[in-house]
């Protein structure tokens, strides 16, 4: 008789623990680290979790469920992904269930619906139904159960819901969990011979036939075996068949009609790579010069950081360690802050390596991004990658490499690689490096404007550095003009929100057939709507913040919690119409520039006009051709985008980024100042850069003026020393969320009261943040600064059994308690 078998299974929940199930006898061959199981969890939910432990010895004195079904032939975690997992579980605070639902796509979960269906044990002959009632039992005679949402649409009424409760209530209807897995791998069809014509003459009998009576036939059959050859394979894909033959569909359908041809259908995931030839890249001096010091770095096993000024051709260094990693059949992970960058940086690397990459970010729906997952994971491997180079988001640092060489953080300083909600909240640039030791791979930071903590671990030795500070091919720095916003308004110079200086500049440049850049890192047509003779400024039902208008839409929104409501025409305070829109947004820039431009054609590039992918992509193949003059845009535009026309940017209120009440404020205004600047004058020309500002003398533009990163962070790195900011202090934010007010009074003092009884003085707060009541839920913070030299393992032990504790109340149970390391 066979042991048995006990599986431990990390559950996608926010509970800190694993939980034990045991095996059925039937199961017990397939169970194994890494295959997804199904499991239920209470008294009806059903959940896909991840096997994390086999055992035959079970440490749990209750009895055990046992798990439903193993739905895998493989592993679909790698050993690798668990080390990654548990590292941000315990880095982060998190459970490892949060760090599961972040990086499996959701179609590879099952999914839990509530449904219902006839209770087979209840006499429905006897009763007497409604026509609704009615309804709804025959249309769950004909199948074996359905959800509760399309049920209640059935009946055609608005208390639907109610309906079939009332008749689960009175046995009619029976509630069950059902389950249903959403993703299969899609197919692919491939094209082979069938086998009576394997043979050579055989083979050379239908094709003298079909050249003469057929030529496009003919055509065909020269395209397949041309590609069979070059791939070193019998099938060949129908796609790839039909566009290297130029022959239609119908062509190959009578071939298959004929015998000669058999139709195969097989996952995508199991096509071998077509043999695509790398074109090498050319380096200049600066460029070969800064390759040899990322290579000693790497010789020394160590990180490093890039420092390149804008337009000063890292993509080309990134090639050319990509071509070598390719050549050597290993993987490279490129890393991006923004899908907004994807587009642009996909074609360049296309241009050079074909179609060996492969994308992943949360713009692709969940049947891509499954897909690209499973083509990770299943790819061959032994230097025969299919898609060596994968190109992402942050998410992608949860993909199953297998042999991966490099690590590329693209713009490294992005606040973009900082998840916020929900749980696990991570730095994907710090899980790369991660990632990086895990694989033992070479891992490259690059940006122009390098992130404080990464230039500081340089000048420690603890990374390496390599720098461009040159333009590709001699190109100058654009030249940068501050616009003095109070001088110019005494002296009415402003004309609704520009300034005359850049009215002109835009109309100079326009006229040499260059483009332009407007930006106004906020969007929307005006951050608030105020009444004139009382002040009064609407608000959002559910969050502590003014509403934003838009224009297009012609009412006002809440950018936190989506809610949305109509113009009012008068004040709800005094009655007044005398109400006036205060601030601009990018829509109101976009309005107001065409009245000064009549006829030039102005886009908006914001989260409003790039909600899909193909929006996105419109607007930015539009520009790259030349089509829009005028671009306005939001910190979308800052990031790392080549256009070879533009001639001008222009930066409409650089006092907003200053004055942002954040101990980043200056790091941030001067990296979104200097990268948005860096898309003037990319290729031959030298471009323009106008400031406009009321803060003139601000030491931030000063450094921005003089192109000066490096004064910039001798400035900063004092300030942020003495007021025990990062890089030199550690910090974790806590935030504190409950329904009463009052409530959460009390229990934040609590809870802060049991972190200084560990931390002391190190604990800030509570505090009423500036946006105190988001969703309906009132928020306070606390900040624990914490030195450098302190140890971060047991800072983390100590942090989880307060919390732990803290929530053994009833009362505390209440409160929800969002932990954010490294916060900002």
């Not at 839990?112 to 309804?135: F, G, K, M, R, Y």
């Not at 009424?157 to 046995?171: K, P």
């Not at 394979?233 to 566009?243: D, M, N, R």
């Not at 009064?536 to 297009?552: A, E, F, G, M, Q």
Request: aromatic fraction near 8%; glycine fraction near 6%.
């Amino acid at each position: 008789m066979s042991k048995a078998l006990f599986v431990e299974v990390i559950l996608p929940l926010a509970v800190d623990q694993l939980f034990t199930y045991s095996v059925p006898a039937n199961l017990s061959s397939k169970v194994e680290i890494g295959k997804r199981a199904v499991v239920q969890f209470g008294k009806q939910k059903i959940y896909t979790a991840i096997i994390a432990k086999v055992t035959d010895v079970s440490t749990v004195s209750y009895p055990l469920k046992e798990i439903i079904e193993v739905l895998d032939d493989f592993p679909v975690i790698t050993q690798d992904q668990f080390k990654l997992w548990d590292w941000i579980s315990r880095y982060y605070i998190c459970s490892m269930g949060e760090v599961m639902t972040a990086a499996l796509p959701s179609v590879m979960k099952l999914q839990s619906e509530t449904a219902v269906s006839l209770n087979t044990d209840h006499d429905l002959s006897n009763i007497i139904c409604t026509p609704e009632e009615q309804a709804i039992i025959d249309a769950l005679s004909s199948t074996s159960s359905l959800p509760v949402q399309e049920l209640s649409m059935l009946t055609g009424t608005r208390n639907g819901i109610s309906l079939i409760r009332r008749m689960i209530d009175s046995g009619t209807l029976m509630p069950h969990e059902e389950i249903k897995d959403r993703y299969k791998a899609p197919m692919v069809e491939l094209i082979t011979l069938c086998d009576e014509y394997k043979d050579d003459k055989d083979l050379k009998s239908v094709i003298d036939s079909i050249e003469r009576k057929a030529p496009r036939q003919f055509d065909l059959m020269m395209a397949y075996l041309t590609l069979a050859q070059d791939n070193g394979e019998a099938s060949v894909e129908k796609k790839l068949l039909l566009k290297r033959s130029g022959v239609s569909s119908g062509i190959l359908t009578q071939l298959v009609n004929k015998n000669v041809f058999s139709v195969i259908k097989v996952r995508d995931i199991d096509i071998k790579p077509e043999n695509i030839a790398s074109r090498e890249v050319q380096l200049t001096p600066q460029q070969n010069q800064c390759l040899s010091e990322i290579k000693k770095g790497f010789g020394d096993n160590k990180v490093v950081l890039l420092h390149g000024v804008t337009s000063s051709g890292k993509t080309e260094i990134y090639a050319r360690l990509i071509s070598e990693q390719i050549a050597s059949g290993k993987q490279v992970l490129y890393l991006l802050p923004e899908i907004a960058l994807t587009t642009q940086i996909i074609q360049r690397l296309q241009k050079i390596f074909g179609d060996q990459l492969m994308v992943y970010h949360s713009r692709h729906n969940q049947r891509e991004r499954a897909t690209v997952y499973l083509n990770i994971l299943n790819d061959g491997g032994g230097g025969s990658y299919k898609y060596p180079i994968i190109v992402g988001a942050r998410s992608a640092v949860y993909l199953p490499f297998k042999d991966l060489g490099l690590v590329i953080v693209d713009e490294e300083h992005e606040s973009s690689y900082k998840q916020f909600d929900p749980a696990p909240r991570y730095h994907a640039r710090d899980t790369a490096v991660v990632l990086g030791q895990i694989h033992k791979s070479n891992v490259l930071l690059g940006s122009a404007t390098p992130s404080l903590e990464s230039y500081q671990n340089a000048m420690d030795g603890k990374y390496a550095l390599a720098k461009i500070n040159g333009r590709f091919g001699g190109v100058s720095h654009p030249t940068l003009t501050l616009v003095d916003l109070a001088e110019a308004y005494k002296r009415r110079q402003v004309r609704s929100h520009f300034s005359n200086s850049l009215l002109n500049e835009i109309d100079s440049t326009l006229k040499k057939g260059e483009q332009v850049i407007l930006f106004q890192n906020r969007r929307g047509f005006a951050p608030v709507l105020q009444c004139s003779d009382c002040g009064s400024i609407p608000h959002c039902i559910n969050c502590d913040v003014s509403l934003t208008y838009h224009k297009r839409l012609h009412r006002l929104s809440c950018h936190y919690c989506g809610y949305h409501t109509v113009v009012p025409t008068r004040c709800v305070s005094c009655n007044s119409n005398n109400l006036k829109m205060k601030g601009m947004g990018t829509e109101r820039i976009e309005d107001e520039i065409t009245v000064f431009f009549p006829e030039t054609r102005v886009e908006r590039l914001d989260l409003d006009t790039s909600s899909s992918k193909a929006a996105f992509q419109k607007i930015m193949s539009s520009f790259e051709a030349g089509e829009i003059e005028i671009l306005v845009g939001t910190q979308m535009i800052t990031k790392g985008l080549d256009f070879g026309n533009v001639g001008l940017v222009g930066i409409l209120n650089a006092d907003n980024l200053l004055n942002f009440p954040d101990f980043r404020a200056s790091e941030r205004s001067f990296q979104l100042m200097a990268q948005v600047a860096g898309r003037a004058g990319r290729r031959s020309k030298q471009g323009k850069v106008i400031v406009q500002t009321f803060s003139v003398d601000h030491p931030v533009l000063k450094f921005l003026l003089a192109n000066d990163y490096v004064g910039f962070y001798n400035y900063e790195i004092h300030e942020r020393s003495l007021y025990r900011y990062p890089p030199f202090y550690r910090m974790i934010e806590f935030r504190l969320r409950h329904r009463d007010e009052k409530e959460l009074e009390v229990q934040s003092k609590i809870f802060a009261d049991m972190l200084r009884k560990v931390f002391g003085k190190r604990v800030l707060g509570p505090v009423i943040p500036m946006v105190s009541r988001i969703r309906n839920y009132y928020i306070r913070t606390l900040l624990l600064k914490m030195e450098k030299e302190m140890p971060n393992t047991r800072i983390k032990e100590e942090v989880h059994k307060i919390i732990d504790v803290f929530h053994n109340d009833p009362q505390g149970r209440k409160l929800l308690i969002h932990v954010d390391v490294d916060p900002y």
